[in-house]
């Protein structure tokens, strides 16, 4: 499965922003989906995930109440909606699939489908 990540952008501590990750072929859906991040600097983090059917999520705590992940299986889509934003936002975010098993207590498992990152930057 390719993935292509867009939505980023340049927003104001505040405001909020929506991510689309866009997976290829109609396996799409057999896949959990997570989004990451990485900060200059910095090592890449875990932001959310979600389950193949959409009814599973999990969040970073430091985004928890803020961001929030949903896909959309008919259009191969899945959803990064991003609220009050913080200068600590400020990454590349980037979309992962896979075909682990243990991704819900371990997002080290995010690891085989990766599609290009998009830049998000918030000024404070």
């Known amino acids: 499965v390719q993935l292509q990540a867009s939505g980023g952008g340049l927003v104001q501590a505040g405001d909020s922003l929506r991510l689309s990750c866009v997976g290829s072929?109609?396996?799409?859906?057999?896949?959990?989906v997570g989004w990451f991040r990485q900060a200059p600097g910095k090592e890449r983090e875990f932001v959310a995930a979600?389950?193949?059917?959409?009814?599973?999520?999990y969040y970073a705590d430091v985004v928890k109440g803020r961001f929030t992940i949903s896909r959309d299986n008919a259009k191969n889509t899945v959803y990064l909606q991003m609220s009050v934003l913080e200068a600590e936002d400020t990454a590349v975010y980037s979309c992962?699939?896979?075909?682990?098993?243990?991704?819900?207590?371990?997002?080290?498992?995010?690891?085989?489908?990766w599609g290009q990152g998009t830049q998000v930057t918030v000024s404070s």
């Open positions: 979600i389950s193949r059917d959409g009814l599973g999520t």
């Open positions: 072929g109609r396996t799409f859906r057999n896949y959990p």
């Open positions: 992962s699939a896979t075909t682990r098993v243990d991704w819900r207590y371990n997002p080290g498992a995010f690891n085989d489908y």
